[in-house]
């Protein structure tokens, strides 16, 4: 019998680096310029290549052009780009029911991906969640409902952080530049406090820790912050990974004050640092854990989960909206949990660490301008600095990204001074890909003078 219903097979695609046009070929160029005429200038793109397909690691442009993709999308299409458990099960749930409302009428899938994130996030205690669209939307939730339970409002976040582009989060970030400059006014209440920067402050967790409570004790008053939220390794921040002890002394002083404990795992969590949340390397268990980015396979969904008192303080009504918690988006989300079970995808990120960062060691052996090699699992990165002066090296930094880009490697920027590479390819990068992304690294670094 045959299937009428079966798609038109696309030759599948071979998973190799390949360059057939300039970067940008004339495709791109094209619809750059219809870009430039019809989206706003206040959207940019990283790199002016217009996507096709694609597939694991690798990106298609429109031009045909192949680039091995270290960025993921920012960390979003973590098990790799058209994942097939996650393209099957969006696709049957497409058919099945796209849109009811879940504070109309719920489905089964959203307490799923509830019920799987209350499983993988750190803490041995009943969980609840909320579902929704973004990271920033999970961020805002995070708050308010640190606000409801605690029946305070002060916000502690910490230098270097980034938590998106909505209105509290525009203040709770460190970047004026480009998040917030000139869309003030910003919402009240937010304190931000130094963090634990080894490669600059030279201090031990410790140190640092009693310095950031000092800060926070002296300048908003502990009884006064309903919350802190930190991101176990800062992400836009430039994969900043905190001295040891850090963390837990800050947990545990919000514990001691009754302060709400939250982990913004948006970036570094769903399996990304060789774990289910980042929080684990450092032996936190925060009180409520933000992801968003990696937990659909490439689907917008977002959530807040902890503990259930906390959670609950809410008034019914309280949280969610029009699109919170999707169903396809849950679906993908439920898949994407399945595939790093079944498939061990944990370890993959632990392989690539084991690939990538000897060899970013051997590049700083070479290019003295690396300052640090840094960052957990497929959540590595560059800091460069000039060797002299110690000066930032944001020109070095972009020139580098470019060079990469013109030979078919995506790399992205990091870093408050923008001079921080970070890598943070999907597991499915091949140890052949990774090779041969590296060798373009090393050529990208000679070609921009480094
Ligand atoms: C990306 C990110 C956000 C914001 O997520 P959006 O989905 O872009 O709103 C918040 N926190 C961290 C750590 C992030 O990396």
């Not at 409570?213 to 006064?224: F, P, R």
């Not at 970036?267 to 937990?295: E, N």
Request: include cysteine.
């Amino acid at each position: 019998m045959t299937d009428t219903l079966t798609p038109p097979t696309v030759a599948p695609l071979v998973a190799e680096r390949r360059l057939v046009t300039a970067v940008p070929g004339p495709r791109s160029i094209a619809l750059q310029e219809r870009r430039r005429a019809a989206v706003s200038a206040g959207v940019s793109s990283a790199l002016p290549v217009f996507i096709e397909r694609a597939h694991g690691a690798i990106l298609v442009d429109v031009d045909g052009n192949q680039f091995i993709d270290l960025g993921a999308g920012i960390g979003v299409t973590t098990i790799g780009h058209t994942d097939d458990a996650v393209v099957a099960a969006a696709q049957a749930q497409l058919a099945d029911v796209v849109h009811t409302l879940f504070t109309i009428t719920p489905y089964e899938e959203y307490v799923r991906v509830a019920e799987l994130l209350a499983e993988h996030t750190p803490g041995d205690f009943a969980k609840k969640t909320v579902l929704v669209n973004s990271g920033a939307e999970a961020v805002e939730n995070g708050v308010k409902i640190a606000r409801k339970y605690t029946g305070r409002s002060g916000v502690a976040v910490l230098e270097h952080a980034y938590h998106g582009r909505t209105n509290l989060t525009m203040a709770m970030n460190f970047k004026a530049m480009p998040y917030s400059l000139g869309f003030g006014p910003f919402a009240g209440d937010v304190y931000r406090a130094p963090n634990s920067y080894p490669l600059h402050d030279g201090l031990d967790g410790a140190t640092a820790a009693a310095r950031t409570i000092g800060y926070l004790e002296k300048t908003v008053g502990a009884s006064d912050l309903a919350c802190l939220v930190v991101e176990p390794i800062q992400g836009e921040g430039g994969f900043i990974v905190p001295a040891d002890g850090f963390l837990p002394a800050l947990q545990e002083w919000c514990t001691t004050n009754g302060i709400v404990f939250i982990a913004d795992e948006i970036q570094s969590g769903m399996a990304r640092t060789g774990v289910y949340f980042a929080a684990a390397h450092f032996g936190l268990v925060p009180d409520l854990v933000l992801s968003a980015k990696g937990i659909a396979g490439g689907l917008p969904l977002a959530g807040v989960t902890g503990r259930a008192e906390i959670m609950d303080a809410s008034q019914p009504g309280g949280l969610g909206g029009t699109f919170g918690g999707n169903p396809v988006a849950c679906a993908a989300s439920v898949a994407v949990f399945e595939r790093i079970e079944r498939d061990g995808l944990l370890g993959e990120a632990k392989r690539i660490e084991a690939g990538l960062r000897p060899a970013l060691e051997a590049l700083r052996e070479r290019y003295p301008v690396i300052a640090e090699v840094r960052g957990i699992g497929a959540m590595l990165a560059v800091e460069l600095l000039d060797p002299a002066t110690r000066a930032p090296r944001a020109d070095l930094v972009n020139a580098i990204a470019a060079e990469a880009a013109q030979r078919g490697v995506l790399v992205l920027t990091a870093g408050t001074y923008g001079n921080v590479l970070r890598f943070l390819p999907s597991l499915a990068l091949s140890d052949e890909l990774l090779a041969d992304a590296v060798s373009v690294l090393d050529e990208a670094f000679a070609a921009a003078g480094a």
